[in-house]
């Protein structure tokens, strides 16, 4: 079956460490996305990509970074700049960016801050 | 900037009543609309999306929704609500071309919808 796999499932991260959240995707999408989910604020973007090897900032990218080497894959590194980062981590794809392009999302990673 | 707005952040229903879930953007020029729906333990999934033409849309499992373009609306109604519809809901909107937002899907704060059977 088609979809997107993000793993781990579940992260800890010490202080002041980096970590990164991986996210694949088999559906043949050229966008990949990047969110965070805080409780009674929906999903807030962090980064996208349009296509391999180029990216864009989303509302609250500070504190995170991203690559897209390969179409499949989108991996997001939470680093030490980022105060605040224990949330729900989601990572989407379209076949484009914008327009009528429905979003598919993985099944997210819950980070937390030992 | 786009934003997005849900009315209300819990709502508790008994099986069989109605619903409606609001949700209004900011955003003044053409849009395309979402709901999606989180049910417990899943991963978010689509309800149903407005692009053009009719201003009411179908979605799965009966729900529906109404583009009010005057209003800056875009509510989610299903007439008889199951137990099975207890989920968060997610009202989201993207720019189709050009400016500031686009590509951006700006979603609201999400709605917890609990209903008892």
């Known amino acids: 079956d088609g979809g997107i796999t993000q793993s781990p499932k579940y992260l800890f991260r010490k202080e002041g460490q980096n970590v990164t959240l991986s996210c694949e995707q088999n559906l043949n999408h050229d966008a990949m996305y990047w969110y965070r989910q805080d409780p009674g604020q929906g999903l807030r973007l962090i980064y996208y990509s349009q296509i391999v090897n180029d990216f864009q900032k989303g509302d609250i990218a500070e504190g995170y970074s991203v690559s897209r080497e390969k179409k499949e894959s989108f991996p997001l590194t939470v680093t030490s700049a980022q105060k605040n980062p224990t949330a729900f981590y989601l990572c989407?794809?379209?076949?484009?960016?914008?327009?009528?392009?429905?979003?598919?999302f993985g099944d997210g990673t819950r980070l937390s801050i030992l | 900037a786009q934003s997005v707005s849900q009315h209300n952040h819990h709502v508790i229903l008994s099986e069989a009543a109605s619903l409606e879930l609001g949700c209004n953007y900011s955003y003044g020029g053409t849009v395309n609309l979402f709901w999606y729906v989180q049910y417990p333990g899943q991963h978010l999934q689509l309800l149903l999306k407005?692009?053009?033409?009719?201003?009411l849309v179908k979605g799965i499992k009966g729900f529906e929704a109404e583009f009010i373009k005057s209003k800056f609306s875009f509510n989610l109604r299903k007439p008889s609500v199951q137990w099975s519809d207890t989920a968060e809901y997610f009202c989201a909107v993207n720019s189709p071309a050009g400016g500031t937002s686009y590509g951006k899907l700006t979603f609201g704060q999400g709605t917890i919808l609990t209903v008892h059977p």
């Open positions: 989407a794809s379209s076949f484009a960016v914008g327009g009528d392009q429905p979003q598919h």
């Open positions: 407005y692009f053009s033409g009719d201003p």
